[in-house]
Protein backbone atom coordinates (compact mmCIF):
# COMPACT_ATOMS: atom_id res chain seq x y z
CA UNK A 1 0.00 0.00 0.00
CA UNK A 2 1.71 3.30 -1.26
CA UNK A 3 0.96 6.59 1.04
CA UNK A 4 -0.16 9.92 -0.79
CA UNK A 5 2.80 12.47 -1.07
CA UNK A 6 1.17 15.12 0.34
CA UNK A 7 1.88 18.98 -0.90
CA UNK A 8 2.33 21.04 2.22
CA UNK A 9 -0.30 23.45 3.33
CA UNK A 10 -2.30 24.31 6.42
CA UNK A 11 -3.58 21.41 8.59
CA UNK A 12 -7.14 21.61 9.61
CA UNK A 13 -9.61 19.48 11.40
CA UNK A 14 -13.06 19.03 9.53
CA UNK A 15 -15.90 16.71 10.83
CA UNK A 16 -13.31 15.02 13.24
CA UNK A 17 -10.85 14.05 10.22
CA UNK A 18 -7.52 16.39 9.71
CA UNK A 19 -7.02 17.25 6.13
CA UNK A 20 -4.00 19.46 4.66
CA UNK A 21 -5.03 22.54 2.31
CA UNK A 22 -2.18 23.57 0.38
CA UNK A 23 -1.93 26.50 -1.64
CA UNK A 24 -3.09 26.87 -5.23
CA UNK A 25 -0.87 25.78 -8.10
CA UNK A 26 0.69 28.21 -10.21
CA UNK A 27 -1.37 26.82 -13.16
CA UNK A 28 -4.40 27.27 -10.87
CA UNK A 29 -3.32 30.95 -10.04
CA UNK A 30 -2.86 31.78 -13.64
CA UNK A 31 -6.02 29.99 -14.39
CA UNK A 32 -8.15 32.21 -11.88
CA UNK A 33 -6.24 35.32 -10.94
CA UNK A 34 -9.16 37.84 -12.47
CA UNK A 35 -11.60 36.20 -9.83
CA UNK A 36 -9.50 35.52 -6.89
CA UNK A 37 -8.10 39.69 -7.60
CA UNK A 38 -11.89 40.28 -7.67
CA UNK A 39 -12.63 38.41 -4.40
CA UNK A 40 -10.16 40.16 -2.62
CA UNK A 41 -12.19 43.57 -3.68
CA UNK A 42 -15.54 42.05 -2.06
CA UNK A 43 -16.80 44.03 0.68
CA UNK A 44 -18.54 42.51 3.81
CA UNK A 45 -22.33 43.10 2.56
CA UNK A 46 -21.07 41.29 -0.04
CA UNK A 47 -20.45 38.02 1.81
CA UNK A 48 -22.91 35.56 0.56
CA UNK A 49 -21.31 36.26 -3.24
CA UNK A 50 -18.04 35.73 -1.82
CA UNK A 51 -18.77 32.37 -0.11
CA UNK A 52 -20.09 31.19 -3.57
CA UNK A 53 -17.25 32.36 -5.27
CA UNK A 54 -14.57 30.91 -2.80
CA UNK A 55 -16.00 27.31 -2.53
CA UNK A 56 -14.73 26.99 -5.90
CA UNK A 57 -11.04 27.73 -4.61
CA UNK A 58 -11.39 25.59 -1.49
CA UNK A 59 -12.09 22.84 -3.85
CA UNK A 60 -9.29 23.69 -6.52
CA UNK A 61 -6.62 23.79 -3.41
CA UNK A 62 -8.12 20.55 -1.40
CA UNK A 63 -8.02 18.94 -4.78
CA UNK A 64 -4.72 18.54 -4.86
CA UNK A 65 -4.49 16.40 -1.96
CA UNK A 66 -7.81 14.68 -2.30
CA UNK A 67 -8.83 14.56 -5.83
CA UNK A 68 -10.71 11.40 -5.09
CA UNK A 69 -13.04 13.79 -3.31
CA UNK A 70 -15.99 15.10 -5.68
CA UNK A 71 -16.35 19.06 -5.68
CA UNK A 72 -19.98 18.28 -4.15
CA UNK A 73 -18.47 15.94 -1.62
CA UNK A 74 -16.51 18.71 -0.49
CA UNK A 75 -18.96 21.80 -0.59
CA UNK A 76 -21.13 19.56 1.94
CA UNK A 77 -17.91 18.82 4.43
CA UNK A 78 -17.51 22.81 4.41
CA UNK A 79 -19.70 25.09 6.74
CA UNK A 80 -20.10 28.76 6.26
CA UNK A 81 -18.05 28.97 9.35
CA UNK A 82 -15.17 27.98 8.07
CA UNK A 83 -14.57 28.78 4.15
CA UNK A 84 -13.71 32.61 4.75
CA UNK A 85 -10.87 31.30 7.53
CA UNK A 86 -9.92 28.81 4.82
CA UNK A 87 -9.62 30.70 1.86
CA UNK A 88 -7.73 33.09 3.97
CA UNK A 89 -5.12 30.27 4.66
CA UNK A 90 -4.92 29.37 0.90
CA UNK A 91 -4.30 33.00 0.40
CA UNK A 92 -1.13 33.00 2.83
CA UNK A 93 0.00 29.43 1.30
CA UNK A 94 -0.36 30.75 -2.11
CA UNK A 95 1.69 33.95 -1.74
CA UNK A 96 -1.02 36.10 -1.08
CA UNK A 97 -0.86 37.60 2.35
CA UNK A 98 1.68 37.15 5.39
CA UNK A 99 0.85 33.79 7.42
CA UNK A 100 1.72 33.16 10.32
CA UNK A 101 5.25 31.48 10.91
CA UNK A 102 5.48 27.71 11.22
CA UNK A 103 7.12 26.11 14.05
CA UNK A 104 11.00 26.68 13.62
CA UNK A 105 10.40 29.91 11.13
CA UNK A 106 11.55 32.84 12.18
CA UNK A 107 9.63 35.96 12.41
CA UNK A 108 11.27 39.36 10.95
CA UNK A 109 12.08 41.75 13.45
CA UNK A 110 10.86 45.32 13.54
CA UNK A 111 12.85 47.90 12.11
CA UNK A 112 14.07 50.83 14.23
Excluded: H, W
Aim: charged share 25%; proline share 4%.
Amino acid sequence: MSKQAYYEGVEVTIRGEKYIFPGLSLAQLEENMGEIEEIQKLSEEDSMKMICKISRFLYLAFSRNYPEVTEAEFKNMIDLRTGVKLFQYILAESGFEQGAPGSGEAVPAASA
